[in-house]
């Protein structure tokens, strides 16, 4: 299922990077010298992950419909493999 849920997540992330890296505060920490290693960690991240958390946390639902669909099919989690199953 990751193999094909990501993308819709990655443009997301993608499109939340390009505008946050034209905010004001962006460009005062480039011109007060930071290197874009503390950039990224300090200003651009923190702000990229909320709307991902929110993405993903609306995707669980979709997630968890998905897999029983697919053990409805035959072809989900097969209960002995469990870890602690006997």
């Known amino acids: ?4 849920t990501w993308p819709p997540y990655a443009r997301l992330v993608r499109a939340q990077v390009l505008s946050i890296r034209n905010r004001p505060y962006v460009t005062a920490a480039r011109a007060l010298g930071l290197t874009n290693r503390i950039i990224l960690m300090r200003y651009v991240l ?8 929110v993405a993903v946390s609306a995707g669980l639902g979709t997630a968890m419909v998905l897999e029983s669909a ?5 072809v989900g989690v097969n209960p002995r493999s ?3 199953a006997t």
């Open 46 to 53: 923190p702000n990229a992950m909320g709307p991902l958390i």
């Open 1 to 4: 299922m990751a193999l094909i």
């Open 70 to 74: 697919f053990s409805f099919l035959g």
């Open 82 to 84: 469990r870890p602690g």
